[in-house]
């Protein structure tokens, strides 16, 4: 058992409203912490549009996906969060009033007075591709992310796709798996082009395969592949003998264990009240895409206004005895401290 | 207008009009055409909006980009006339256009 790490606030999700969270919570004294499932910063707007551009943030006439995430970030930077980045919430429990145990699928414990799940459209998880009978090979010999390489030395490995991740660990596991083969639909690779060359070089020596193709069968007993069925675009099947394998079609976004935390959800989506958007859990709350209210519009700045309503509320769980004073960061030094520009 | 045609896999048809200069995809999410995800909302990004062009159509609405075949890359079960529908604008030459929506777009 590690640790309970303590904190004001834990935030569920670190796209840009989760993000911003920190800003509004910030201003007003309270620490977070965030967690996420990918390994940056930035949600939907790193992952899936970086380079594509947001016309609709209020006073920004045009920002890409990944130019909001930069902003965002050097916004909350005074006030300094912890992120836990390649982590999945999996538990979530009320232990007081209100406190929240929370753990992660690494085995992190938090302690947090309030919670704010800001997951979006809910957690990056991998493709799954659509093979007969392939659930219970999952986990045991069809692993959609490399955790230890260890566990492949000696082994005959397929892996799937065509993109760097495929070609990455093509080329790390490699050398210590007994043979590697690579299937992708077509003879032309996505990846990197140093790797792409590097792969060619390894099957130009004989040290590694490439099938073009798609799986359509899968064979093996007690979640063990022992072979897998390859279908060439003209319609040719080879079989080749392996141990397990690795499919990487990129990441999809599903609700995940939010699912599992005993909230009554609306078509997968989290009700909330509009003064505070907190959950009918006190001191539970749901900001941005993954909330659900009357009128609720899926838009950045909604989610923006929704952080800023609900770190007024979070303030009398963090400080029960204190009064808050709205103030202005346009006038109030003390926010300009906090802020360190006065 | 153009009419567009969309099957499921279990061989429901919906012929619905489609907006002259919006895309195949959105005219499936305004008609609720199932099948079709489009997670990353049409930024030719996320894969989940695959549709299988009819055989006759295909050579009329074309090939994809080499950035939408890149993203064909994490579709599955793609075929020659396949195409991401957020990719495909519709024109007055699309009219009549049938496209088949796959059972999976991994998720």
């Not at chain 1, 032309?188 to 395969?209: H, I, W």
């Not at chain 1, 599992?260 to 959950?279: N, R």
């Amino acid at each position: 058992m590690s640790d309970t790490i303590k904190t004001d606030v834990l935030i569920i999700g670190a796209g840009p409203v989760g993000l911003f969270a920190v800003f509004e919570l910030g201003l007003l004294d309270i620490k977070a912490h965030l967690v996420d499932i990918l390994d940056k910063v930035g949600g939907q707007c790193a992952e899936l549009y970086p380079e594509k551009p947001i016309y609709d943030i209020p006073a920004v006439p045009f920002i890409t996906g990944q130019g909001l995430t930069d902003a965002l970030m050097q916004q909350i930077k005074p006030f300094n969060p912890t992120f836990h980045l390649g982590e999945m919430v999996a538990t979530l429990e009320k232990i007081g009033d209100p406190l929240f145990r929370v753990t992660t699928d690494r085995g992190k414990v938090f302690e947090a007075k309030s919670v704010a799940i800001a997951a979006g459209g809910g957690s990056f998880q991998p493709k799954r591709p659509p093979i007969p009978g392939i659930e219970p090979y999952e986990g045991k010999s069809v692993h959609y992310a490399v955790r230890k390489m260890e566990a492949f030395r000696d082994k005959r490995l397929l892996i799937v796709g065509g993109g760097d991740s495929a070609l990455d660990w093509t080329l790390n596991l490699q050398p210590i798996a007994k043979r590697v083969t690579l299937v992708h639909r077509r003879d032309e690779f996505r990846g990197a082009p140093d790797s792409v060359n590097k792969m060619r070089a390894l099957v130009a020596a004989g040290q590694m395969d490439i099938k073009i193709g798609q799986v359509n069968l899968l064979e093996g007993g007690d979640g063990q592949l022992t072979a897998a069925s390859i279908k060439g675009n003209d319609g040719a099947i080879a079989r080749v003998e392996i141990d397990a394998m690795l499919p990487f079609f990129g990441l999809t976004m599903k609700l995940g264990p939010v699912a599992d935390w005993g909230l009554k959800l609306e078509d997968e989506l989290i009700p909330v009240d509009t003064g505070a958007f907190e959950t009918t859990v006190p001191g539970l709350f749901a900001i941005g895409d993954i909330n659900t209210y009357p009128g609720k519009l899926k838009l950045i700045l909604s989610g923006f206004h929704e952080a800023a309503l609900m770190a007024q509320k979070v303030y009398h769980y963090v400080y029960p005895d204190k009064r808050l004073v709205f103030q202005y960061t346009t006038s109030s030094t003390s926010l300009q401290k906090k802020l360190g520009v006065a | 207008m153009a009419k567009i045609t969309f099957i499921e896999h279990d061989g429901t048809k919906h012929t619905v009009d489609g907006e002259i200069g919006s895309t195949v995809m959105e005219t499936a999410l305004r008609n609720q055409i199932g099948g079709i995800v489009a997670e990353c909302g049409g930024a030719c990004t996320c894969a989940t909006c695959l549709v299988h062009v009819d055989e006759a159509w295909s050579p009329i609405v074309g090939k994809p980009s080499a950035e939408e075949e890149d993203m064909l890359d994490f579709a599955f079960e793609v075929k020659p006339t396949s195409r991401l529908s957020c990719q495909i604008k519709v024109t007055e030459a699309l009219d009549g256009l049938i496209v088949n929506t796959p059972a999976y777009q991994g998720r």
